[in-house]
């Protein structure tokens, strides 16, 4: 089981990008699946996340800007990010709640992609 991230790069302000992560393997069900970044020097912050029902959140820092969505019949969630700025340079995680069987019965793990670098630069 594993997220895989694509999709980042270097841009000029005020462009635009697409971000894809991809679930892949034996899982049940995924749950919440969303977009972390982090900038040098600073703190992993929550950027999207969207639910199993589509209902989607963002940080106030990118609301307006960026789109998260989800293709259910892929198990892939994508980030359209447009009039980027260079306060956006940051890696980029894909976070997802994955239900796997176990032994056990179904159960919920979190997991995370590799980054990808996305850099907004003139």
């Known amino acids: 089981v594993q997220l895989q991230a694509s999709g980042g790069g270097l841009v000029q302000p005020g462009g635009s990008l697409r971000l894809s992560c991809a679930a892949s393997?034996?899982?049940?069900?995924?749950?919440?699946l969303g977009w972390y970044r982090q900038a040098p020097g600073k703190q992993r912050e929550l950027v999207a996340f969207?639910?199993?029902?589509?209902?989607?959140n963002y940080a106030d820092s990118v609301k307006g800007r960026f789109t998260i969505s989800r293709d259910n019949v892929e198990n892939t969630i994508y980030l359209q990010m447009n009039s980027l700025k260079p306060e956006d340079t940051a890696v980029y995680y894909c976070?997802?709640?994955?239900?796997?069987?176990?032994?056990?019965?179904?159960?919920?793990?979190?997991?995370w992609g590799q980054g990808t670098l996305v850099t907004v630069s003139s």
């Open positions: 976070n997802g709640n994955l239900v796997l069987a176990t032994g056990w019965g179904p159960k919920e793990f979190a997991y």
């Open positions: 393997g034996s899982i049940l069900r995924i749950n919440v």
């Open positions: 969207i639910t199993s029902e589509s209902n989607t």
